[in-house]
Structure formats: C-alpha cells, structure tokens
C-alpha cells in the first residue's frame, strides 16, 4: 500500500534511538523527508547515515534538546513547516510521588506535555493553509492504565490527551488529524533501563525480569519498535484523513477492557 506522502516534510523528535527512529524510518521508506532529532549528536548522525543508507531518502539531523524554547526553535529553522509532526521525548523517571516537587512536575509537564503542544502550536496553522497535516503524539499505555511509579507521566500525559481531543475536533476538517499512539512495552533501550532498574530492586537477574514482563504480555513477547513505526507511518498517510482525536494502544493485548 502506498502511504501517499512521498516528499512530504516529516519532523520526527526524539529519533535517534527506539521509537522514534522507527517512525523516521517507516516515513523514510514511505519517501518522505525526515527531520530527525536528538541531544546526543553521535547517535543521531549514525541513524541518519543508516536510514539514507536503507531508504535513501533525504535526512535532516538537528541536535537538541526537544524540551527547551531554543531546541525548538533550532529544529523548526532546519525543517521549515512540516507537513508531518511526531512528538515524542523521554519519559519521566520512575518513583513515590512523595519524592517529587514542583521541578519534577515542571520537568514532566515541559518534556510530555508542553512541549508537544508548544511544537503543534507553531506548525499547525501551516497545515491548515495547505489542507494536509498529520500530527502524531507518542504517549504511553499509561495513560489508559496508570502506572503507580510512574506517576509523573500518568499526569503530565494526560494533559496532553486532554488538550489534544478539544483540538483534534477542529482541524480534521482542514484535512489535519491529530492522533496519539500508546506505547505498551517494546523492546527499546528504555525498556532495557526498566529492566535494569526492576532487577535491582527485585534481586532477579535482569533475564528472569524480562521473561516475567514477556510472559505477562497476552501476546508473549514485547513489540518491535517496526511495528511502531509502520502504526504510525499509517496515521500519517494520506489514507488516514478520517481518523483524529484517537488514543491507539499498541500493548500485545495487555488492557483487558472491551474498548
Ligand atoms: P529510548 O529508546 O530511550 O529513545 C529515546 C530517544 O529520545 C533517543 O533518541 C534520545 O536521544 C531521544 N531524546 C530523549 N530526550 C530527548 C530530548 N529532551 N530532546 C531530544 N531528544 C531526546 O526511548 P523509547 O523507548 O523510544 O521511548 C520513547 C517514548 O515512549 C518515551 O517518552 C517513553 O517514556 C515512551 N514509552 C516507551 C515505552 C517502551 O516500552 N519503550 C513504553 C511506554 C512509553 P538523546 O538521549 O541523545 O537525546
């Protein structure tokens, strides 16, 4: 199938790594141009070089940090106005919510929930005028079924949810969607670091906590960051200009509701 956006202007954040890169790569394949965004500019070149490598479209890098007003503004000089937005920047720690104070709950908030909104608000009006905009949100599972630990990005993704059902109302009709994808678990390096941090705690090896989480799962494995990247290349096409405002949960199965 034929996602219909080949050179469409694509801004994929947090890309260097896990799922974000393999948004840009399932966009890459689709022949769009890719803005990819890191802090750590090693990586970030590396998978630049693969992707051109693999799809041979045309790959942007910017290194920066996503969350900060001048990161932003650098990335949005090097991609101009794109026709395509995932949003997407590392998740909140883990912890007791005894321990957080106001920084945290500000990190949190400007990292998972203003940022996204901060990036949306300067690249949408665009869209509008043109008539075409697809705007992809990376969240969590969590936000469906909370996770007590993780407490800072039940909250400050929830927010964004919210903010982003009133909005997605009102551009669809412009043929702009906003959607937001639900990671459960996949097999990235944060995974890798929960993993880590689990069997510290628990005192079982790092194996012994990775097959609990895989056997736990209905499907009996993690995802790959590929079938991600495909989901939301799909919510990208051309094809997906009737569907917005939508949560889609890729967790293997692991929410036991109807809906
Ligand atoms: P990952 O494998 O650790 O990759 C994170 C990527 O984001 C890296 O490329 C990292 O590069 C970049 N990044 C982090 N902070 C950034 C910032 N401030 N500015 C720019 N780039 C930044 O993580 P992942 O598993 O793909 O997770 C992506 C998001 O999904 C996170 O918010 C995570 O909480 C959420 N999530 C993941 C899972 C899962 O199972 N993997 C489940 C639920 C939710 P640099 O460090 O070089 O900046």
């Known amino acids: 199938m034929d996602l219909g956006i080949s050179g469409r202007s694509a801004l994929v954040c947090a890309s260097s790594k896990g799922l974000g890169r393999a948004c840009a790569v399932s966009l890459a394949r689709e022949g769009a141009v890719v803005t990819l965004v890191a802090r750590g500019a090693e990586a970030l070149e590396a998978t630049a ?14 290194a920066a940090d996503i969350t900060t007003h001048e990161g932003r503004a650098a990335v949005l000089a090097v991609c101009g106005e794109p026709d395509i937005l995932v949003t997407n920047a590392g998740g909140p720690k883990p ?55 993780l407490g800072l990005s039940n909250g400050a993704r929830s927010g964004l949810t919210g903010f982003v059902a009133g909005l997605a109302r009102k551009t669809v009709g412009r043929n702009v969607t906003i ?14 670091e929960t993993a880590r941090l689990w069997s510290r705690q628990s005192g079982k090896t790092e194996e012994a906590v990775l097959a609990e989480r895989r056997a736990g799962n209905p499907a009996g494995r993690f995802g790959t960051p590929a079938e991600f990247g495909d989901a939301c290349a799909y919510l990208c096409s051309a094809q997906a200009g009737f569907i917005t405002g939508q949560n889609l949960l890729l967790d293997g199965g692991n929410y036991p509701g109807t809906f």
């Not at 908030?109 to 949408?124: F, G, R, S, V, Y």
């Not at 005028?129 to 969240?139: D, E, H, L």
């Open 49 to 62: 070089h693969d992707i051109r490598r693999e799809t041979g479209a045309r790959v942007l890098t910017v």
């Open 95 to 149: 912890g007791d919510f005894r321990d957080w104070d106001r920084d945290a709950w500000i990190a949190a908030l400007d990292a998972n929930m203003l940022t996204p909104i901060a990036l949306i608000k300067a690249t949408l009006d665009t869209m509008l005028a043109r008539r075409f905009g697809r705007i992809v949100n990376i969240t969590s599972a969590a936000v469906k079924a909370p996770i007590d630990i």
């Open 179 to 192: 959607n937001n994808l639900l990671p459960g678990p996949f097999e990235t390096d944060r995974l890798m």
